[in-house]
T-cell receptor, first 115, second 111 residues
Framework: GAVVSQHPSWVICKSGTSVKIECRSL??????MFWYRQFPKQSLMLMAT?????????EQGVEKDKFLINHASLTLSTLTVTSAHPEDSSFYIC???????????FGPGTRLTVT | GQQLNQSPQSMFIQEGEDVSMNCTSS?????WLWYKQDPGEGPVLLIA?????ELTSNGRLTAQFGITRKDSFLNISASIPSDVGIYFC???????????FGAGTTVTVRA
């Protein structure tokens, strides 16, 4: 399967600042990546679909101006949380769609804490 | 995607016991995936199923794609302490790449 990395693994930032999270597909060229968030003891919630070379598609209720997604290459997608607030504190996980197999492989996640 | 019905929500089992969990959907899926998530980590793909009726094993894990295409189950045989974690089912309909997830089954193994 695809190997996916995320950076950083955890980050603490102050309210009002912006934070960038990177998702890399290490052994697979990914035209499509997905960004999820997960609150404690809950399932994964899809935030957006990141498409290489085009605009991301956001799920209903997710503010595209707050969660900026850039997928500039086949191996890298970034999620920037702008003007972060404590309620944005969560576990953010990306995944890669492994071509025609329709499987998704997840990164290790990034724990964001906004103080 | 929709929220799938996954049960049980949690289970406490003795080491060596078999574990069974299942997932149902109100709509048809063409792919069923089972993941395990350890605390503070991303989900890891355990088994992928692509055909109705398919039965697939991965070591002590066995999963089946229901004939109706609206359900799937996962069995863990002879559980060991490292089986502790949260298991998620996920489904994909035809012509869509957005996963629908179950709420997860938390497995705790008593030594």
């Amino acid at each position: 399967g695809a190997v996916v990395s995320q950076h950083p693994s955890w980050v603490i930032c102050k309210s009002g600042t912006s934070v960038k999270i990177e998702c890399r597909s290490l052994d697979f060229q990914a035209t499509t990546m997905f960004w999820y968030r997960q609150f404690p003891k809950q399932s994964l919630m899809l935030m957006a679909t990141s498409n290489e070379g085009s605009k991301a598609t956001y799920e209903q209720g997710v503010e595209k101006d707050k969660f900026l997604i850039n997928h500039a290459s086949l191996t890298l997608s970034t999620l920037t949380v702008t003007s972060a607030h404590p309620e944005d504190s969560s576990f953010y996980i990306c995944s890669v769609k492994a071509g025609v197999k329709r499987e998704q492989y997840f990164g290790p996640g990034t724990r964001l804490t906004v103080t | 995607g929709q929220q799938l019905n996954q049960s049980p929500q949690s289970m406490f089992i003795q080491e060596g016991e078999d574990v069974s969990m299942n997932c149902t959907s109100s709509s048809i899926f063409n792919t069923w995936l089972w993941y395990k998530q350890d605390p503070g980590e991303g989900p890891v793909l355990l088994i992928a199923l692509y055909k109705a009726g398919e039965l697939t094993s991965n070591g002590r894990l066995t999963a089946q794609f229901g004939i109706t295409r609206k359900d799937s189950f996962l069995n863990i045989s002879a559980s060991i302490p490292s089986d502790v974690g949260i298991y998620f089912c996920a489904g994909l309909p035809l012509n869509d790449y957005k996963l629908s997830f179950g709420a997860g089954t938390t497995v705790t193994v008593r030594a």
